[in-house]
Nanobody, 125 residues
Framework: QVQLVESGGGLVQAGGSLRLSCAASGRTFSTYAMGWFRQAPGKEREFVASLKWPGSSTNYADSVKGRFTISRDNAKNTVYLQMNTLKPEDTAVYYC??????????????????WGQGTQVTVSS
């Protein structure tokens, strides 16, 4: 079991920044990848960014490439999503996810095994 708790969401003006955190506990040593997804009202959950290890490779959705950065702090078992130059279309509930079933990663929700409860990000124009 892996427990994930997101934090750091909030209301920000367009052009601003936020940093989301995802604190992991439990079988974190079995984690092969972490991902961030988001879901806006009436829309499907969509991929934002992912990080796999060993090697710390990263992958980003085209819509956030160059603006968002995913990173991790091993000592704190925490993954971050730094979001810069935010746009109103970034408004959504943001979820972090963990993959433990096997090495690898993905850009679809069913590639991940555990999910956090989500944190709301609202970007005003």
């Amino acid at each position: 079991q892996v427990q994930l708790v997101e934090s750091g969401g909030g209301l920000v003006q367009a052009g601003g920044s936020l940093r989301l955190s995802c604190a992991a506990s439990g079988r974190t040593f079995s984690t092969y990848a972490m991902g961030w997804f988001r879901q806006a009202p009436g829309k499907e959950r969509e991929f934002v960014a992912s990080l796999k290890w060993p090697g710390s490779s990263t992958n980003y959705a085209d819509s956030v490439k160059g603006r968002f950065t995913i990173s991790r702090d091993n000592a704190k078992n925490t993954v971050y999503l730094q979001m810069n130059t935010l746009k109103p279309e970034d408004t959504a509930v943001y979820y972090c996810a963990a993959r433990i079933r096997a090495p690898g990663w993905g850009t679809v929700p069913n590639a991940y095994d555990y999910w956090g409860q989500g944190t709301q990000v609202t970007v005003s124009s």
